[in-house]
């Protein structure tokens, strides 16, 4: 159970991450990054109220509430340089290059204790390495630094606020989740009043961003369970395969070409 949500977790990702990117041709990457969290805010907010699950937050950082909001403020950055990265750049390159950021929660865990099998580390090598070769031909096609760079940045926030998405929720997954969005809605609210602006979305874009948020958040529930219900390691490199989807969904609607390795 614990693999099939976190590779639910790595579809997911995979679908909001394109989704972002999309939308991140046609408005600001500040205003997509942030409109998602927000969304998927509100749906953590549904969904703590149906479940009726409550627990005093405390200061402690054995708790949820100074992992999540570690995990969201961390996490929005890489969210802003990640969309930044797809605007600019092709996602069949940038969104491998950020699948690396599984690397930090993955030692961290490695060095905590946990001792995956031989069989195990087998599988998370092919899959480490199979997610990040799907780049390869296109860096060596002449593509601008700039997306790169975004991507490694996206890499490293990525990969602590997964580290901290997991420390969160081995004390209560759905609070840490809500603890996540609840800085950058803040966040976010306070940018809407000082610049006067919700990001000039249609209607039609607004329906999109309410969906990449809400895959966004369910990724991080899907994931953050998934770690507690097996090896963390395990957890975070399935949930790694997102590329795979996001390249998949980027041949399919944006007719991007796809290189043999890739394939």
């Avoid at 909001?16 to 998602?36: C, E, N």
């Avoid at 993955?106 to 990040?132: N, T």
Wanted: proline content about 4%; some cysteine.
């Amino acid at each position: 159970m614990a693999a099939l949500l976190a590779l639910l977790s790595s579809l997911l990702f995979g679908t909001g991450d394109y989704i972002g990117g999309h939308l991140s041709k046609r408005h600001h990457v500040i205003a997509v990054a942030g409109g998602a969290q927000v969304i998927g805010f509100f749906l953590g907010l549904l969904i703590l109220l149906g479940s009726g699950t409550w627990e005093a937050p405390s200061l402690s950082w054995n708790g949820y509430f100074l992992p999540g909001l570690c995990a969201g403020l961390i996490g929005f950055a890489g969210l802003n340089t990640f969309f930044a990265a797809l605007a600019t750049g092709r996602m069949g390159v940038v969104s491998p290059i950020a699948s690396l950021s599984v690397m930090i929660p993955l030692f961290y865990s490695i060095a905590k204790g946990e001792r995956p099998s031989a069989m195990a580390v087998a599988g998370m090598a092919i899959a480490i390495v199979g997610a990040f070769c799907g780049s390869g031909p296109e860096l060596r096609g002449g593509l601008s630094p700039k997306p790169i760079i975004l991507a490694v940045l996206t890499a490293i926030f990525f990969g602590t606020a997964v580290l901290f998405l997991t420390i969160g929720a081995q004390s209560n997954v759905l609070l840490t989740t809500v603890s996540m969005r609840l800085p950058n809605a803040l966040i976010m609210v306070l940018l809407a009043l000082r610049f006067r602006t919700l990001g000039n979305f249609s209607s039609m874009s607004v329906g999109i961003l309410i969906v990449c948020g809400a895959a966004d958040y369910l990724a991080n529930i899907t994931l953050a369970q998934a770690s507690t219900m097996g090896l963390v390691s395990a957890a975070v490199v399935l949930s790694s395969l997102y590329p795979v989807v996001t390249t998949l969904l980027a041949f399919k609607f944006s007719h991007e070409r796809l290189h043999k390795i890739q394939y």
